[in-house]
């Protein structure tokens, strides 16, 4: 059985997989969507903005 390390590997290979990776770096270069990322792994990390309880 493939690990999941050899499955993502097997997945960056491939057309859809490179097609992925080369979205996610024009993502990754753009301020507003890396502010974006930011926030949501903030809010679910438990960082995000207080919910008014």
């Given at each position: 059985?493939?690990?999941?390390?050899?499955?993502?590997?097997?997945?960056?290979?491939?057309?859809?997989?490179?097609?992925?990776?080369?979205?996610?770096k024009?993502?990754?270069?753009?301020p507003?969507k890396?502010?974006?990322?930011?926030?949501?792994?903030?809010?679910?990390?438990?960082?995000?903005?207080?919910?008014?309880?």
């Open positions: 059985m493939a690990s999941l390390f050899q499955k993502i590997a097997r997945f960056a290979k491939s057309p859809q997989g490179r097609q992925t990776i080369n979205q996610v024009r993502y990754a270069n753009d507003r890396r502010q974006q990322a930011k926030d949501a792994l903030g809010k679910l990390r438990g960082k995000g903005k207080p919910r008014g309880y």
